[in-house]
Structure formats: structure tokens, C-alpha cells
């Protein structure tokens, strides 16, 4: 699914930033598949599964 950064997307993504400490495009990317509707993430970055707001499941894990 392609989508736009809206106001939303980036509320959230700031939101993750402050909270999680992550890297910008890490949280516009996450916060993107919040607002999508996605349940989970999949990611190899394990610096990442300190976020709580959606599923992150680490691509090693899940292969």
C-alpha cells in the first residue's frame, strides 16, 4: 500500500520518536503502518522491538 505522510502519520511517528527514541524514518514508517491498519512490522532492526504500539516481529524470528 502506498500512503501519504499526513498530519496523523506524523503526530504519531513524533510521538514514537520521543518516546522510543528511534530514527525518523523508522517512526514515519511504523507509524504509517499504524495508521494502515497493520497489525504487525516486520523488520531485521532489533533496536525496534522496544516499541509497544504494534506487533514487531523480527524477520529471523519469524523464518
Known amino acids: ?4 505522510v499526513n ?3 506524523s503526530d504519531i511517528a ?4 520521543a518516546k522510543y527514541r528511534i530514527r525518523v524514518p523508522d517512526a514515519i514508517q511504523i507509524a ?3 495508521v494502515g491498519g497493520s497489525q504487525s512490522f516486520i523488520t531485521n532492526d ?3 522491538k522496544k516499541v509497544k504500539d ?3 516481529i523480527l524477520l ?4
Not at 500500500?1 to 501519504?4: F, K
Not at 529471523?60 to 523464518?63: C, M, P, Y
Open 54 to 56: 504494534v506487533n514487531i
Open 1 to 4: 500500500m502506498v500512503m501519504d
Open 14 to 17: 513524533s510521538d514514537m520518536r
Open 60 to 63: 529471523d524470528e519469524w523464518l
Open 46 to 48: 532489533e533496536g525496534l
Open 32 to 34: 504509517s503502518a499504524i
Open 7 to 9: 498530519l496523523r502519520v
